[in-house]
């Protein structure tokens, strides 16, 4: 059954809807916060999108790299 989520990333709550447990969902959501606040702090931009939207970017590329190795 499907439940919904409050998290909070970057200042910012959103509210998710899965099936997945209430731990899971908050690892991943706190793994994001961590993520764009590390970009956040190296990047010199402020905008929250652009830096959302690196971090995004980065991510994909590791995921990619990850599935080139063989992991899925």
Do not use: C, N, W
């Not at 200042?11 to 991943?28: C, D, M, P, R, Y």
């Not at 702090?41 to 990850?66: D, F, G, H, S, Y």
């Amino acid at each position: 059954m499907k439940t919904q989520y409050q998290v909070e990333v970057f200042g910012q709550t959103f509210t998710l809807v899965s099936e997945k447990g209430s731990e899971h969902i908050q690892a991943i959501a706190s793994a994001a916060d961590r993520r764009i606040r590390e970009i956040s702090m190296q990047a010199r931009t402020i905008t929250p999108l652009r830096v959302a939207i690196m971090a995004l970017l980065q991510a994909e590329e590791e995921l990619r790299e990850a599935m080139r190795k063989g992991f899925k």
